[in-house]
């Protein structure tokens, strides 16, 4: 299961965050756990470079992207190989809609369209989609017409 997609600007404040399966109580101790990982290990790391850790049997994965940080948490079937491909698709998205890697205003003023995509690549714990074609039609927000 896909347990958190966590977005944040670069001073560690929480831009978007989507937790499944995990409960309210635990939830401030992933925050401030995968704001302090990004703290210690983001610095001078490269666009799109993923670095991996593990913790209390998951997974995590996560990047810089312009000025915001994507983490990713999974356990059982999704590893660090499976993580990878998702934040893959969370970052082509966010690049997508936003034209560029964002920064952190840029990102705020295309927030309703990134999360619309969010939730077309992460379903209640799970990767729906990957294709970028796929979800660019699914956000539009129109009835599709290939039935």
């Known amino acids: 299961m896909l347990l958190a997609v966590l977005i944040t600007n670069s001073e560690g404040n929480i831009l978007v965050e989507r937790f499944n399966g995990v409960p ?19 610095k001078g790391v490269k666009n799109e470079e993923l670095l991996v850790a593990s913790h209390k049997s998951v997974y995590i994965v996560y990047t810089v992207l312009g ?16 993580l990878s491909e998702v934040i893959y698709v969370i970052t082509q998205a966010i690049r997508e809609v936003c034209g ?22 992460v379903w209640k714990g799970l990767l729906e989609n990957t294709e970028k074609d796929r979800i660019k039609r699914l956000v539009r927000l129109k009835p599709p017409n290939d039935f």
């Open 24 to 42: 309210a109580e635990e939830r401030l101790h992933w925050r401030s756990f995968l704001v302090k990982l990004g703290a210690d290990n983001l």
């Open 67 to 82: 000025d915001i940080s994507i983490y990713v948490v999974g356990k059982d079937e999704y590893d660090e190989l499976t």
């Open 100 to 121: 560029k890697p964002p920064t952190e205003r840029l990102f705020l003023d295309k927030y309703g369209k990134i999360c619309l995509c969010l939730d077309e690549i």
